[in-house]
């Protein structure tokens, strides 16, 4: 074994390394025929881990049939091209006879030709290519001599539909393929044995591979020289921006992450006029950016002319940005995992010390990081759950298969149960999936479009009519979001993409600020947004779709056990010891609850009455809980109740009179209660739009709508009308039918976190309540009555009515 690894150490040697003891133990276990997971830090070498024993491999037997042997799965397109330089690199240093081929929707069309004719031994692709590529009618010699798959970043996709769309092409290759190897890279998970299962199948026995070096962690956080009692809102983040202008280097090379493209626009924008020295040396870099602009960035800062970016989770993975000293993260990162691998973006080689500096965008979230900080010393991460056997990616796969080499339904079912998410398909599902796709099921049969599989001479179900087959190809993958516009100069460059709700808002010769510019709007025409540069001052800027980001369960646990230590007055973290004037102003005027307690607080305003709850565990099951209690309240007392929540608790905002103290006392029970949880839930917020929403990507995925060929794309009004007429249909005609029933599922466990929400109303009713009568909103009830002035309409800005709201406090105080 070591005779094969031979030319893998004599590289090595020539760089002047030492391979890390889990790179030898990953290539002894791959040579010797296991499958696995390696989980290491980020920059810790486990590239090299994973290719290496296949590639030693490959150079020890030379394969005489041409076709692919080692296929990379990767979640971005944007690693792509790394991973091709890193591999690259001891292919040309040592004349290994091999070639290394990049297939993603970047890949030119004669490329993707000379792929097919002369397959490289090593491709390097996405799950959305790799569908593709099972959609033609060469996948079959295409990977007749495969012999290992490595998917990166696992972690990344394992708790999304994209994860589930990679287990079901690795179910047709282990078909063709049954002695395939795979091995897993994951930097940050929790759930490492069921992660793996996901990742080999069903049954597999996978071989663990941990231990690289520790890497360094230092994370500081930017105080607030004083804190007067009151949080900030959050978005008067950018108001500080000088303390995080002090604490920047002009000659490190930093990133910085924002947690939604919208504020990554708005702190650029900020940063750029706050720093006019640094013009040239700052970028803007995220995914609605056109690809050219983003490549551009990244080599830039790879090569160190590029010292500031501001950037979004578009550069949380892989890519390896050696010369990058520092990491800045704005605002809390809402779980731990999320800190880690933005923090192995710094000093991104084994061994390194990653520095973050973090940047709050509001008061309370410095007890957010103090609780990350407690988590990331006890060695915790989040778990990340795959979704549970959705039908529409299934219904994908089989329509992909049957549009390259078309599948017998027997073999392919047990090949499908063989993943661990299908592993408990029922027959009658699968024979409805089938009468599904072939005769376009109970309702839709009479429509040409939806019967998509036939019989050929072998049994093997195809699709014969081309244009089904081209639009498929065209169309596959899980990613839904509303129709993207382009927007581009009228006389030049693309700059990127905004989507079409934005845009529809727009007159034309408005301003907005987008890709680092401030831009006019011309004209839009075929799905494109002319535009062209303006000097006039704006403060427009798109937002997009899945911005807001929640706690994680993980980090709520720990941010009530933080608050719990500062009502004790154990104040041990750099940001617990800097809350403590607005510790002590809310137990001056309420309490603070221990881990296990739920504090209540009711007052009188000259706005109306108003219910504060504090359960810490998250906006979306905060969102769940408060229209739950509004439902519940106004069913015992009839009256108008406004909701409004953020990651810490509710607001319920009744009119003046609305007794709240009196209904806490005698009908709290009633509240807290877990039974006919789903009814109220239906009676609270309209599950049935909900559903209908959701109704309308799952038909996306699933073939049932599709996005149209290029130039032709359909509007969101256009899918959200036929995604409409097919909810009405399936209602009306097959109330069971099984993707309507997907998207009740996915709306109570994904959207209303219907698990968390009830373990929330468990863990409350089996504690102690706290009900604190306050005479005016204490500091916890400040961000929950920001985040409702947000969302209404006033001639004085938020600003304003927030300052004016902390003189009150201040002067009832005196």
């Given at each position: 074994m070591?005779?094969v690894?031979?030319?893998?150490h ?21 040579l010797?025929?296991?499958?696995g ?17 296949s590639?030693a ?17 990767t979640?971005?397109?944007a690693l ?8 690259q ?21 004669s490329?993707?030709?000379r ?6 031994e090593i491709?390097?692709t ?5 569908c593709?590529?099972l959609a033609?009618?060469?996948c079959?010699?295409l990977f007749?001599t ?10 990344e ?6 994860g ?12 063709q393929?049954p002695?395939?190897q795979?091995?897993a ?7 490492l ?6 990742a ?17 962690l230092s994370?500081?956080?930017?105080l607030?020289d004083?804190?007067?009692g ?8 950018l108001?500080r ?12 090379s930093?990133?910085?992450f ?6 990554a ?16 040396l700052?970028a803007l870099?995220?995914?609605a ?5 983003r490549?551009a960035i990244?080599a ?9 970016v501001?950037c ?10 050696q ?7 704005i605002?809390?990162p ?5 800190l ?14 990653s520095?973050v ?10 007890l ?28 994908q796969?089989?329509?992909t298969?049957a549009?390259?080499?078309g599948f ?5 079912l047990?090949a499908i149960?063989?993943?661990s998410s299908?592993?408990?398909?029922r027959?009658?599902?699968?024979q409805w999936?089938?009468?599904f796709?072939?005769?376009g099921?109970?309702?839709?049969g009479a429509?040409p479009?939806?019967r ?7 049994g093997?179900y195809v699709v014969?009519?081309k244009?089904?087959?081209?639009l498929?190809?065209?169309n596959?993958g ?8 382009r927007v581009?100069?009228i006389?030049?460059a693309?700059l ?10 727009l ?8 890709a680092?510019?401030?831009l006019?709007?011309?004209?839009l025409?075929?799905m ?17 779709a ?7 369960d993980?980090?709520t646990?720990h941010?009530r056990?933080e608050?719990a230590?500062?009502?004790?007055g154990?104040?041990?973290t750099?940001e ?10 809310q137990?001056d ?7 296990d307690q ?6 009188r ?11 810490f ?6 969102e769940?809980?408060?229209f739950?209690?509004?439902t519940?309240l106004?069913?015992?007392h ?7 929540v953020n ?10 009179g609305?007794?709240f103290?009196?209904?806490?006392e ?5 509240l807290?209660d ?15 739009e909900l559903?209908r929403?959701?109704?309308?990507s799952?038909a996306?995925v699933?073939?049932?709508l599709?996005?149209?060929f290029p130039?032709q ?5 256009q899918?959200q009308i036929?995604g409409?007429l ?21 709306v ?5 976190e ?11 009713r089996s504690?102690e309540v706290?009900?604190?009568p ?8 400040f961000?929950?009555l920001?985040?409702?002035l947000n ?8 600003l304003e ?9 201040l002067?009832h105080e005196e």
């Amino acid at each position: 074994m070591n005779d094969v690894l031979q030319p893998i150490h004599r590289w090595f040697n020539q760089q002047g390394w030492t391979p890390l003891p889990f790179q030898t133990q990953t290539w002894e276990a791959h040579l010797a025929g296991r499958s696995g997971l390696i989980q290491v830090p980020t920059g810790s070498g486990k590239t090299y881990a994973a290719v290496m024993g296949s590639i030693a491999r490959m150079l020890a037997s030379p394969s005489e049939i041409r076709g692919v042997r080692l296929l990379y799965i990767t979640p971005l397109r944007a690693l792509s091209r790394d991973l091709a330089l890193a591999l690259q690199q001891p292919i040309d240093a040592m004349a290994w006879p091999l070639r290394v081929g990049i297939r993603n929707g970047d890949t030119n069309t004669s490329e993707r030709s000379r792929q097919l004719k002369s397959p490289p031994e090593i491709l390097i692709t996405t799950p959305e290519s790799l569908c593709v590529l099972l959609a033609g009618r060469h996948c079959e010699r295409l990977f007749q001599t495969l012999e290992t798959v490595i998917l990166d970043e696992w972690h990344e996709l394992i708790g999304s539909k994209r994860g589930i769309q990679t287990e079901l092409g690795l179910s047709w290759l282990r078909q063709q393929r049954p002695s395939l190897q795979t091995w897993a890279i994951s930097a940050t998970i929790g759930n490492l044995e069921e992660a793996a299962q996901h990742a080999l199948g069903a049954g597999g026995d996978p071989c663990f591979i941990t231990g690289a070096p520790k890497r360094g962690l230092s994370v500081t956080s930017i105080l607030p020289d004083s804190i007067d009692g009151f949080p900030w809102g959050g978005h008067l983040g950018l108001r500080r921006y000088e303390d995080l202008v002090g604490q920047l280097e002009p000659c490190t090379s930093t990133l910085l992450f924002t947690n939604t493209r919208n504020q990554a626009e708005r702190w650029f924008q900020c940063l750029r006029y706050a720093c006019p020295e640094m013009e040239g040396l700052l970028a803007l870099h995220h995914s609605a950016l056109d690809r050219a602009e983003r490549e551009a960035i990244e080599a830039s800062v790879k090569a160190g002319s590029m010292l500031w970016v501001v950037c979004t989770s578009s550069l949380d993975l892989g890519v390896d940005f050696q010369p990058v000293e520092r990491v800045v993260q704005i605002g809390s990162p809402k779980n731990l995992a999320r800190l880690l691998q933005r923090a192995g973006r710094s000093a991104h080689l084994p061994g390194g010390t990653s520095q973050v500096l973090f940047m709050p965008t509001n008061a309370l979230e410095l007890l957010e990081l103090s609780a990350v900080r407690r988590g990331l010393d006890n060695g915790l991460v989040e778990e990340r759950r795959p979704p549970h056997a959705p039908l529409d990616v299934l219904l994908q796969h089989l329509t992909t298969l049957a549009c390259g080499p078309g599948f017998e339904p027997q073999r392919t079912l047990e090949a499908i149960r063989r993943t661990s998410s299908y592993s408990e398909l029922r027959d009658e599902d699968w024979q409805w999936c089938l009468r599904f796709l072939e005769h376009g099921g109970d309702c839709l049969g009479a429509y040409p479009r939806y019967r998509k599989l036939e019989h050929d001479e072998h049994g093997r179900y195809v699709v014969r009519e081309k244009a089904i087959a081209r639009l498929h190809r065209l169309n596959i993958g899980t990613i839904t979001s509303a129709p993207a516009i382009r927007v581009r100069f009228i006389r030049g460059a693309v700059l990127g993409h905004v989507e079409e709700t934005f845009i529809s808002q727009l007159k034309p010769k408005d301003v907005f600020f987008f890709a680092g510019r401030q831009l006019e709007f011309v004209r839009l025409r075929e799905m494109t947004a002319y535009v062209k540069a303006s000097t006039r001052k704006s403060t427009a800027v798109p937002a997009w779709a899945g911005g807001q980001m929640s706690l994680s369960d993980l980090l709520t646990h720990h941010l009530r056990d933080e608050v719990a230590r500062a009502g004790r007055g154990d104040l041990d973290t750099p940001e617990l010891k800097a809350l403590e004037p607005l510790f002590e102003r809310q137990m001056d005027l309420s309490t603070l609850p221990d881990s296990d307690q739920l504090l209540l607080e009711t007052c009188r305003t000259r706005e109306g009455m108003h219910l504060y709850a504090y359960p810490f565990e998250g906006r979306f099951v905060h969102e769940g809980l408060g229209f739950l209690w509004a439902t519940r309240l106004t069913r015992i007392h009839r009256g108008t109740i406004t909701v409004s929540v953020n990651d810490y608790g509710f607001e319920l905002l009744a009119p003046r009179g609305y007794p709240f103290d009196d209904l806490l006392e005698d009908h709290l029970d009633v509240l807290l209660d877990d039974s006919n949880l789903e009814q109220d839930l239906e009676q609270a917020l309209n599950l049935s739009e909900l559903c209908r929403r959701r109704f309308r990507s799952i038909a996306q995925v699933s073939g049932l709508l599709v996005q149209g060929f290029p130039g032709q794309s359909k509007s969101a009004g256009q899918l959200q009308i036929s995604g409409s007429l097919l909810w009405e249909v399936f209602n009306k005609h097959e109330p069971n039918n099984l993707l309507v029933r997907q998207a009740q599922h996915e709306v109570l466990q994904d959207q209303l976190e219907l698990p968390r929400l009830r373990k929330a109303l468990m863990r409350m009713r089996s504690g102690e309540v706290l009900h604190c009568p306050t005479p005016r909103p204490g500091p916890l009830a400040f961000p929950l009555l920001v985040e409702r002035l947000n969302n209404r309409m006033s001639n004085e800005s938020v600003l304003e009515r927030i300052e004016r709201m902390q003189k009150d406090a201040l002067r009832h105080e005196e």
